[in-house]
């Protein structure tokens, strides 16, 4: 029986990584300046001393954390040591956004159906790097990011929820990855409010959505709310 992370406190306790500008963790330490908000973020870690999104937290107040891969003799030793400094914090929630080194399967087993990440692209569409570039290669019409747990396996956990964004004629990568990301932001959101909200959890390979086990996730919508997808 799958259990709400939400289950034991009333805010969401939430673990960032981050490795560079921090756009998505904006939001999050943004929508948490309302005190309705049922989710905290109490400590942002990331793999990279000069990321943006450690002075992001730093202004917001939120304790940052930055690991150096140089200093630990292995990714494994690595990723021991920057989960034992998440552990510190106790998080509910662990949330990749932005974070560009592969966890190891030690560190996603530690969280296991506690941690999530956010993808740029309609997984399983596209994982890895450059989706930007590989969707404009291919000439797809739709693009789109996605919201997944975590898996010891690449980009490929139970999907929460995604949005799509159509591709332009004249897009490059980097018009495109503007447009995507704009809507990431809005998507993560939501996510980490369902599951905050403990409507959302993960069960195994499924997606529990208000107690209801899920075939395919949910999408964001123009007004910025999760809905159930169309069927087509
Ligand atoms: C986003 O496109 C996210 O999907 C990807 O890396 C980018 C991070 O952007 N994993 P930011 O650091 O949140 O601005």
Known sequence: MAMSVSALRETLRIAV????????????????????????????????????????????????????????????VFDVALFDAIDAVRPDLVVCAGYLRVLTDAAVQRYAGRIINIHPSLLPLYPGLRTHTRVLADGASVHGASVHYLIPALDAGPVIAQVRVAVHADDTPASLAARVLEREHPLLLRCVEAIAAGRVVQDGSDVI????????????GDDDQLHEPADT
């Open 17 to 76: 990584l981050a490795s560079g500008r921090g756009s998505n963790l904006q939001t999050l330490l943004d929508a948490q300046r309302d005190d309705a908000c049922r989710f905290r973020t109490i400590g942002v870690f990331s793999d990279r001393a000069q990321a943006l999104a450690l002075e992001r937290a730093r202004i917001a107040g939120v304790p940052a954390i930055a690991l150096n891969p140089a200093d630990f003799a292995t990714r494994e």
């Open 209 to 220: 959505v208000d107690s209801r086990r899920r075939s395919r996730p949910l999408l964001l």
